[in-house]
């Protein structure tokens, strides 16, 4: 079994194939973490010890022993009020206005299957390939009850954590603080990988030691945010991509969040992710509850490498979602940059004949359809099709486009509004604003109030609406703009943060139900709510506003470790790029959009012929390879931000295909060669270039690795296709 649990000595223990995860019911009822990592067998509670600490406070409960203080032990999930001077989990403001939670064990259950999260998105699995695990901790003076909820997959080495709080006093109290998971390690040196960003540069890796204090990093812009993802590897200092022990975090929520790194005075590592106590003060009425959103876990003891190949086995099986989790993809070409505000309904069927002479399968008619909509400075909010502008209706639009064998999508942006619009002007009260304040404007537009049932009722029947005037198959869900006015005429303050992406996903959820077959891409600004919660409603996303191939290099490397391919969106885009100004050649271009779901940013008829043969053997190339890429193993070869060279791999699940890509950053005169050592070769098989016809073994590739040529070029790209021979 997955979850076991020792009656004599109340210890729970977690098992997957590879892991163990252990905890304790101490003889006070403290719920203490033993042990994270590797298979063990037997009983870890020897690794606690009790000392006589100083200032380190002791509860009552052990009179006169100054050796036992919750300042020192680690926990489970760490609370304020309890002697613990730490970070805590969860901070509750009691009906006095104290800051207190004395949580302690009253019970447990274990159950077949996943748990799920009303209204949250979470990790799925069926009933044979899960364990749910609850555990029950309250608070009896002021009747807060906290079920810890650990999900165990067994077979995906993962374990999944969620907190359910609720008050069954009969005073209100505050949620001032609320996360999911905590890791409490009394060994270990660690560095913390995180992912930090600007808008069209996001997910950067940084790698930083876990020193002495707090570090930090979250979003209280209302989405998960450019500046910093909601995942985080824990990683001893010396853990390579093929070696060492690490530990997965990733937050599936698309919000506020916060996550927490702190080694304390006696040098023991605490890392917690949940919600960001910014912004959030959750007032709990006697009988009502919170969901924390869940948070996903795993540990390799092979490195990075294998944490990433278990996160995207993860998302990709279990929580990727509808007829597109497995299916092979579109490959599209985007309005946006090939016409901004400036087309019509000629433009885009011009525009869909150019796509079927390429081979491209799909037009997405971008932003400027609708309403008043000449620029970004009005007509958010009314949906209805400008006819006008289009020069037909939408549905004579789609069947013109239809007709010349190509696919139809659109764009959409639902939580917006302009106030030079219908909507704002009609209802103002319906968007975020501080009353007796001028809001603050972020693409000269503000944010509906999603957390308002009414509000989205009335945009999902608009939006409805402009799905049912034909076959669209695609939709771009976008989002411009953070969220800063944070005050609602409807939702209690300190809750509408929270309920607005409970209102997101309510609205995503009603439109999958409604239209299965429509494939719906996420999108913020490009990559600014690119996160777990996300893609439980929209199997892929646009990675970035930046299409530049080199750029998008460092992009999608850091992306990649945690997200599969599957889920990254990446296009071809015109030279020189719009976001950089840079121009590199079409090759290279191909075969970084390759690493993920291919797609065209451009206008067809600026190519040249030469340009032209050049995307038609692309699209040709990554529909023969879509499925390795989609479903294959995913190897990073180098650091794009290190190394004279960016490389990474697919490999097919069988390991009898392999495609390596590799782009050349650097060039300088009487230039070194750089070797690229592959993995996830079968050692002793020997795999034939499809291209030149050489032969090598596996070993010798993954051991010695492949020359690259020395070419006088701007940033050269090479894809070696590799077949195993029989």
């Excluded at 901070?91 to 009253?106: E, K, Q």
């Excluded at 304390?264 to 910014?278: F, N, W």
């Excluded at 209706?393 to 659109?410: A, D, P, Q």
């Excluded at 891409?521 to 646009?542: K, V």
């Amino acid at each position: 079994m997955a979850i076991g649990y020792q009656r004599e000595n109340r210890i729970f223990t977690l098992d997957t194939a590879h892991t163990s995860y252990q905890m304790k019911v101490d003889d006070f009822g403290f719920l203490l973490h033993l042990y994270y990592g590797g298979r063990v067998y037997g009983n870890m509670d020897y690794l606690l010890t009790c000392y006589d600490r100083g200032f380190s406070g002791n509860p009552s409960d052990v009179g006169n022993d100054r050796t036992y203080s919750m300042d020192v032990l680690p926990q489970e999930y760490p609370v304020m009020g309890v002697g613990d001077f730490r970070n805590s989990a969860l901070v509750i403001r009691n009906a006095d206005g104290s800051d207190c939670c004395d949580l302690r064990y009253v019970g447990h259950e274990t159950k077949k299957g996943k748990y799920r999260l009303p209204g949250l998105p979470a990790v799925y699995a069926d009933s044979g390939e899960a364990q749910t695990l609850e555990i029950y901790l309250e608070d009896k003076v002021s009747g807060v009850r906290v079920t810890l909820l650990y999900g165990v997959l067994e077979e995906a080495d993962i374990i999944t954590r969620s907190v359910v709080i609720e008050n069954h006093g009969d005073k209100s109290v505050t949620v001032e603080k609320a996360a999911s998971a905590c890791l409490d390690f009394v060994t270990g040196r660690f560095d913390l990988l995180s992912f930090y960003g600007r808008h069209t540069m996001e997910r950067n890796l940084q790698r930083e030691e876990i020193g002495h204090g707090t570090y930090a990093i979250g979003s209280r812009r209302g989405t998960s945010s450019h500046q910093y993802n909601p995942a985080v590897i824990v990683a001893d200092r010396r853990a390579t991509e093929d070696m060492g022990n690490c530990y997965g975090m990733l937050f599936v929520y698309s919000g506020n969040f916060l996550c927490e790194a702190e080694r304390d005075q006696y040098d023991q590592t605490r890392v917690m992710m949940g919600l960001q106590s910014d912004l959030f003060h959750y007032p709990l009425v006697p009988g009502e509850k919170l969901a924390v959103p869940e948070t996903i876990m795993s540990y390799s003891d092979q490195g990075i490498g294998m944490l990433s190949a278990r996160f995207h086995d993860c998302i990709r099986e279990h929580l990727c979602r509808g007829k597109f989790r497995d299916a092979s993809r579109p490959v599209l070409l985007n309005s946006w940059e090939a016409a901004y505000f400036t087309f019509d309904g000629e433009t885009i069927l011009k525009l869909a004949k150019s796509t079927a002479e390429l081979g491209i399968d799909m037009i997405v008619m971008d932003d400027g359809w609708f309403g008043k909509r000449e620029d970004d400075n009005s007509g958010l909010g009314d949906w209805h099709v400008n006819e006008k502008k289009l020069g037909c209706t939408l549905r004579e639009l789609i069947e013109k486009v239809n007709g010349e064998g190509v696919k139809f999508g659109i764009w959409i942006e639902p939580e917006m509004v302009s106030e030079d619009s219908e909507l704002y002007r009609k209802h103002p009260d319906w968007a975020l604003r501080i009353p007796g304040r001028e809001p603050v404007r972020g693409r000269n537009q503000l944010v509906l109030d999603f957390s308002r049932a009414d509000v989205r009722d009335y945009i999902f029947e608009q939006i409805c609406k402009i799905l049912d005037q034909g076959k669209i198959e695609y939709v771009k869900w976008d989002m411009n703009r953070s969220i800063v006015d944070v005050f609602s005429g409807e939702t209690e303050q300190g809750k509408v943060t929270y309920q607005y992406v409970l209102g997101v996903y309510d609205f995503l959820e009603r439109m999958l139900q409604r239209y299965p077959d429509i494939l719906v891409e996420g999108c913020s600004g490009g990559g600014g709510r690119f996160d777990a919660g996300m893609l439980y409603y929209t199997p892929q996303i646009w990675c970035s506003d930046n299409t530049d191939a080199l750029d998008r290099l460092r992009i999608q490397y850091g992306t990649s470790f945690f997200y599969p391919a599957s889920t990254v969106c990446s296009h071809v885009s015109a030279v020189p790029n719009h976001q950089t100004g840079r121009s590199v050649c079409m090759h290279t271009r191909g075969t970084v959009a390759m690493a993920g779901v291919l797609g065209y940013e451009l206008d067809p008829e600026k190519l040249t012929e030469e340009e032209k043969a050049a995307v038609r053997e692309q699209i040709r190339q990554y529909k023969s390879r879509e499925e390795m890429i989609r479903r294959g193993r995913y190897y990073r070869l180098t650091n794009p931000f290190s190394e004279p060279c960016a490389a990474w791999m697919f490999v097919s699940e069988k390991r009898d295909r392999a495609l390596i890509s590799v782009v050349m950053l650097e060039m300088h005169g009487n230039m070194t060669v750089s070797y690229v050592r592959m993995r996830g070769l079968e050692a002793e098989s020997v795999y034939r270039d499809k291209e030149s016809g050489k032969c090598y073994y596996g070993a010798d590739l993954m051991e010695a690795g492949l020359p690259m040529p020395v070419e006088q070029k701007e940033y050269p790209a090479y894809q070696i296709e590799l077949i195993k021979e029989t």
